[in-house]
């Protein structure tokens, strides 16, 4: 076999790189200049892009590389997706991974299982195999059927690059980086259509409501059935709809939209930025930021999974740890794999009476919220009030002075609520400080890495205080209380609508709000409400205006 | 029987006629603290000005040139060879095996680390004169051998110190260990199950009777994000029971001691131990403010194996001829019915240990960590660690 001609490839390639940016700028000015409202897209996340590969290629596919930065907005990188867009070097960076998957696509370790067609010679072009591969996976990519030119297109690029390197595979490797750095791939588009059963209306078409879909339950691009129910009109009729999405929340891939939507809401994306004190907290080791996002995930999914009402998240005592969280924590865990193998994740059971209830308790809050040496009660107390509640907590001034608080060896002020205290009784700071610090300050007994404390500094920790005018001594009296108000099951009602259609959802609309009641009425399962949002009409509604209706928060 | 079975089942009777029959209606205790032990090393005394006045052991370069007289070469032309300007890593290949090749085996040359009794005049290299070693009395007696303890004070037999302390090799001040026990340890650490170690007691705040039990762990020791071993881990103890040990001790004047020990064995791995066997072994331990031990551990144990050991240890060829006869001349006890050589020689380690959770397979947590770094009054550790003052380093040795 010739070798593969890298110089040809990257010619090839560097046409198309040099011409995205403009393309990327052509289509979407010319949805914004044509006032269109209806024209919106997503932009992939990391974790989409790599779970639509794996969904794809299979799993033996490696991802090596980084990726645009996403945008956070009103507390979910998937309301950011709609301003996201692709930078000079974001393509560059597109353009790598791209490379690297469709070298391995066609690469002698998964050819056989991935190219399935055998070309008349592997050594020139071949039209029919080029043309069914990629009428196979641009399908699957761009989430809809190519049309005739774009296939035409695709298959004279093939053709060229395989005359010319003299390689068949190669030649199909450049056309699939290709469609890997297009918009078709990169963003997810809503097209509609006219609704032929209200004149003059508009509706999503099939492949977007497919994409919809899938994105939503599966954080993943449509199957081939989700496809084929798109392409004859299925998911167009109430019955075809209700069957998709019962397969789809029924199936093992539900597992991932979850976990995407979670990891989300509890702003995991932060631990790539969080670093600890290894002088204070030798235990926190760099592994412990993947192992705490898992730890976590996983007692969400399994919890979800089981239909269990989602408020018993803040009380719940089950969890998984491997060896190194169980250190972290300062509790035993048996593993009784063999030397040598890597830590794996037990199902644990906090006895009663321990301190450490709920994901409130787990490493990926207390630790993610809080400084790299020193806690921050204001920092949980915020993260609380708004990924979980949906409240908003005010942004500090740009001239406060944070002296007392970042004083942890002061001889008089020797734990964070007394520097709290100091801090905040400057009447600037209070009214904030309100707000947020009597919930921080309850979860004072666990240090900046997630370990269990009952003393700072030599003085013992008080986790007193008031919520919504209930006293309560501590983490073990506070979360009954945060488990029970009702602001905890409305956002993250309002939160999975958001997750799935990338905005809130419409004010003052009557479906909404009965998702909401059905929701309660449901004991708070959270895998019937998201089957509710999929099966609700306002998650496909084309609005008939530009205005922003979504609800402010 | 199998060699290895029969010597197991020996080994494993011994240990039974050496513990201590402990009651069951005394088993019942109120506490229970779990450690790993996270250091061990030949125990060191670095005096090196007092212990080696002579200097005349040098550095690995000074060994080479010793050598390569011993086998022929002259004077000039051996500090020729390990002078400044050369290479002693890159010896002309006929010189290296020579040096290699220096026992002699039935008329044929063999390496000497293979039969170091077979090299004629092997190297006599200098010995500790100095009157300090960290250590135990293992004999009840006194012979004029013994050094002082610089902790307790008492008189201590430690003659494995004498044999090695001028070595290069074993030049360290805690924290730092012997060089190549060092390395060897950093690479145990990540691949060998690692010892346990629980004290049980009524009351471990104070002085009173306790048991120590050891065990080995199915699993090596884990990390933490400074490359030290981490603490509050949990380690299943390994069912096989190979390197279970229950010892009767007490904690009295600040110190947990362990005594009277018949033999002590845990097994370990290469090229680290082969394996710690003590016999008449003794200990004693504190705990530092951190929460971990810090302590030693003597007895007596088979010379041969400790010059095995060296030998076999990745960076340990300087003077491992000289050090093999060392050991061999001050070995203190235990002679050999037919030749009258003493088969073992008196030693001391120390040991550092980490607070952690012990387990069993099914899940019982048999030891946790103390609540929190003052957990014992009664044997912390009120003073710094006992080390000398380091001193210069010593210039190279001179040929003679």
Known sequence: MRKFNTKFFRRALCVAVNL????????????RASGDPNATSLRLSPAQYKQTIADVFGTNIVIDGRFEPEVRERGLLALGARWANVSDIGIERYDDLARGISAQVVGPNNRGTLISCKPKSETAADDACARMLISKYGRLLYRRALNENEIATRVKLANDAATTTGDFYAGFAAV???MLISPNFLFRYRTVEADPAKPGAKRLDGYSKATALSYFLWNSTPDDQLIKAAENGELQTVDGLQRQVDRMVGSPSMESGIRAFFADMLHFSDFETIAKDTTYFPRYSTKINDLAQEQTLKTIVDHVLANKDYRDLITTRDTYLTRSLAALYGVPITDTADNGEPDRFIKHRYPEGDPRVGILSHVSFLALNSHSARTSPTLRGKALRENLMCQVVPAPPGNVDFTAVEDTASETLKTGRDRLLAHSSNPVCAGCHKITDPIGLALETFDAAGGYRTTENGAKINTSGVHNNVNFQGAADLLPLIRNDRALTSCVARKIYAFGTGKMPPRGSAEWDAIEKKFGEDGYNVLRLMRQVALSDIFYAVPPAEVDTATRN | MQPGVRLFCMRAAALVVGVVFVPASGAMAAQTYGYMVSSLSTATWNDYATNCPQNLNGYGLDVTRRDLIAI??????????????ADAERLPR????????????????????????????????????GPVALGFDLDGKITGTEFTDPETGAKIDNQLWRAIGCSENFRAIPPALPFTEELTWALAIDSAPAWMMSITGEDLTKDGPVTVTFERATKHLERDANGDVMTHATYVVDPMGRSHNVLKGEIKGGFLTVANVPKFYLQSEMPFFPEIELDKAQMRMQVMPNGKLLGYWGGYYDWKRYAYMITSRPGSGADTLGLYHSLKRFADATPDPKTGQNTQISMTYRMEAVPAFHSTVDGKI?????????????????????????GPSPPRAQVK
Request: avoid cysteine; charged fraction near 25%; aromatic fraction near 4%.
């Open chain 1, 20 to 31: 995205l940016p403009l393309t990327f700028s052509a289509v979407h000015a010319a949805e």
């Open chain 1, 176 to 178: 699939l980086s290709d």
């Open chain 2, 94 to 129: 006929d010189v290296a095996q020579r040096l290699l090749l220096r026992a002699t085996v039935n008329g044929k040359p063999v390496s000497h680390y293979s039969a170091p009794e077979a090299v004629p005049n092997p190297p006599v290299i200098e010995s500790v004169v």
């Open chain 2, 366 to 390: 048999l030891a946790s960590p103390a609540a929190d770094a003052s957990v014992s009054a009664a044997m912390a550790r009120r003073d710094p660690e006992v080390k000398p003052k380091a």
């Open chain 2, 72 to 85: 022929g070469f002259s004077k000039e032309e051996a500090e020729k060879m390990t002078g400044a300007d």
